[in-house]
């Protein structure tokens, strides 16, 4: 889905914006999800957890390299919404749990100013067996 979006742009701004993507869009072999009244806590892989507000507001969750972002989760007609947004552009996670409790997917959407159009892709989670 980056390349795609990249292949728009001029050869000079390709690898900045892949690299810069790619470190905003990284994939995960693992998220763990846990809902509390006052949060929701969100932890890929094995990094720092991501713990906004679970009413929408707004918190701050800062990124192993540093960039900073707001990052707001609420739950909305059964999905999860999670959004990071930072001066360099915006990504949307929404979570939908299958029927069964089986299979986690997050549809990704990331949207910069600097980028031709949104990149669009599906990440899919089985769920860890006891």
């Given at each position: ?10 050869f ?32 890929y ?54 029927p ?31």
């Amino acid at each position: 889905a980056i390349e795609r979006v990249v292949a728009k742009m001029s050869f000079l701004t390709r690898p900045f914006a892949r690299a810069e993507v790619k470190a905003a869009s990284p994939t995960f072999r693992r998220v763990t999800l846990e809902a509390a009244p006052d949060a929701i806590t969100v932890t890929y892989d094995v990094g720092k957890p991501v713990r906004p507000p679970s009413d929408g507001s707004p918190g701050q969750w800062t990124r192993d390299d540093g960039d900073v972002y707001e990052v707001r989760a609420r739950f909305e007609d059964g999905l999860l919404r999670q959004t990071f947004k930072n001066p360099g552009g915006e990504r949307l996670n929404v979570f939908r749990l299958s029927p069964d409790g089986r299979t986690l997917t997050i549809d990704v959407v990331v949207d910069s100013d600097r980028l031709p159009e949104p990149i669009r892709y599906q990440l899919v989670f089985e769920r860890e067996r006891p």
